[in-house]
Antibody
Framework: QVQLQESGPGLVKPSETLSLTCTVS????????WSWIRQPPGKGLEWIGY???????NYNPSLKSRVTISVDTSKNQFSLNLSSATAADTAVYYC?????????WGQGSLVTVSS | DIQMTQSPSTLSASVGDRVTISCRAS??????LAWYQQKPGKAPNLLIY???NLQSGVPSRFNGSGSGTEFTLTISSLQPDDFATYCC?????????FGQGTRLEI
């Protein structure tokens, strides 16, 4: 059974970089796409982007200038960096497997952007 | 971007009721649509993919239908565990987009 677990700071200062890591267990990262999705408090889901196990990426144009997703298959991890964070980036961040619909999700990590 | 619009935003129902939630896409997405159930503090749980395919382990009282721009999720007989928020998601083209959610309440 594939399991995903997000980790990272729960509080980020405005203008700093929001960084999260997703650790994958119970299966290989090879041949799969790995996604990040977020949900502001009380709002709907927003797709951030995905990375293929070989490193190719696709980002939401609304965030593309600030987002970097990377993968380290040797550690079974992939990561999200979102630069120049603002209060609007406050959300629960989920990692998930696949790039279309998602069966496997992490439990979510709340990141608050505040000074 | 493809806009996904759900209706209603909130739906009040009782155990045993049959309920329908609608999702409209701003352009043709064929059948590239998924439905999720989400409970407070939890990740979304996939119910339906490709508009009408029931995900393994999901009770058969959940049914998805539609194509093109109009889609529906029907729950045939509400159970206590079904009171949650439901959202649709299109994966016809990037960026992937989600509906704003329908809260199903007692």
């Amino acid at each position: 059974q594939v399991q995903l677990q997000e980790s990272g700071p729960g509080l980020v200062k405005p203008s700093e970089t929001l960084s999260l890591t997703c650790t994958v267990s119970g299966g290989s990262m090879s041949s799969y796409y790995w996604s990040w999705i977020r949900q502001p408090p009380g709002k709907g889901l927003e797709w951030i982007g995905y990375i293929y196990y070989n490193g190719s990426t696709n980002y939401n144009p609304s965030l593309k200038s600030r987002v970097t997703i990377s993968v380290d298959t040797s550690k079974n991890q992939f990561s999200l960096n979102l630069s120049s964070a603002t209060a609007a980036d406050t959300a629960v961040y989920y990692c998930a497997r696949d790039r279309a619909f998602h069966v496997y999700w992490g439990q979510g990590s709340l990141v608050t952007v505040s000074s | 971007d493809i806009q996904m619009t759900q209706s209603p935003s909130t739906l009040s129902a009782s155990v045993g009721d049959r309920v329908t939630i609608s999702c409209r896409a701003s352009q043709n997405i064929y059948t590239w649509l998924a439905w999720y159930q989400q409970k407070p503090g939890k990740a979304p749980n996939l119910l339906i993919y490709k508009a009408s395919n029931l995900q393994s382990g999901v009770p058969s009282r959940f049914n998805g239908s539609g194509s093109g721009t109009e889609f529906t999720l029907t729950i045939s007989s509400l159970q206590p565990d079904d009171f949650a928020t439901y959202c649709c998601q299109q994966y016809n083209s990037f960026p992937i987009t989600f509906g704003q959610g329908t809260r199903l309440e007692i």
